[in-house]
């Protein structure tokens, strides 16, 4: 699925101002919260909608495309065995962009970075607030299920200690985009707990080409 980033901007502006009509996807509880942390959340939404009010109509220009794989079968449950390096194969090419992350996610896409979500996750949402745009469209992740990511913008700072989760300030990304417009940069979003073996192999791009196989 592509999207343009102004058709995400919109939906996330919309859940930042509670207008969908729905708690799952509202940025109510943090509205209402004087905690720290979730005022963290909040400066990095508000920084991101700051930075695309000074830009020029129609922007930010290029797209975001959510492809999913889903794993194969595989008996793992039982393992003893230490879970493995992960291996992401985009398109054709083994090796792997820098601009690939891997981050783990909870199986409802968003977690709980809506209400008291204060995780590793959770920072991820900050420091790529389009990120949030997937639940509108990826809201959950079935068993052995993979959601690829592609096409975002870093836009924060933010770190997370045994206390609290800071806001560091904006980030620059110089994050360079292909030929199609599209931001290179890719994050996998994967429940581990759920559907990771030993060893994964994600393959993404293009959606109708993706093939996902154990190794």
């Given at each position: 699925l592509k999207v343009t980033r102004c058709g995400g901007a919109s939906k996330l502006a919309a859940a930042f101002l509670c207008g969908l009509g729905s708690n799952e996807h509202s940025f109510a509880?943090?509205?209402?919260?004087?905690?720290?942390?979730?005022?963290?959340?909040?400066?990095?939404?508000?920084?991101?909608?700051?930075?695309?009010?000074?830009?020029?109509?129609?922007?930010?220009?290029?797209?975001?495309?959510?492809?999913?794989?889903?794993?194969?079968?595989?008996?793992?449950?039982?393992?003893?065995?230490?879970?493995?390096?992960?291996?992401?194969?985009?398109?054709?090419?083994?090796?792997?962009?820098?601009?690939?992350?891997?981050?783990?996610?909870?199986?409802d896409v968003g977690g709980s970075f809506l209400y008291r979500g204060r995780t590793v996750e959770d920072v991820q949402y900050c420091m790529y607030p389009e990120m949030m745009s997937a639940m509108f469209s990826c809201y959950k992740l079935d068993p052995r299920e993979a959601v690829v990511l592609e096409g975002l913008q870093r836009y924060n700072t933010v770190t997370l200690n045994e206390v609290s989760m800071e806001y560091g300030g904006p980030y620059d990304d110089e994050t360079v985009a292909s030929e199609d417009g599209i931001l290179a940069s890719y994050i996998v979003l994967a429940d581990p707990v759920r559907s990771a073996p030993r060893t994964m192999v994600f393959a993404a791009l293009p959606l109708s080409d993706a093939v996902s196989q154990l190794t």
């Open positions: 509880a943090l509205l209402c919260s004087q905690q720290p942390y979730q005022i963290t959340k909040l400066k990095s939404y508000i920084r991101y909608f700051e930075v695309l009010s000074d830009l020029p109509l129609h922007e930010p220009k290029g797209h975001i495309v959510y492809s999913k794989s889903v794993l194969d079968p595989v008996e793992w449950h039982n393992s003893l065995e230490v879970m493995g390096k992960f291996r992401v194969i985009i398109g054709n090419h083994q090796e792997v962009p820098e601009s690939v992350q891997l981050q783990p996610s909870h199986k």
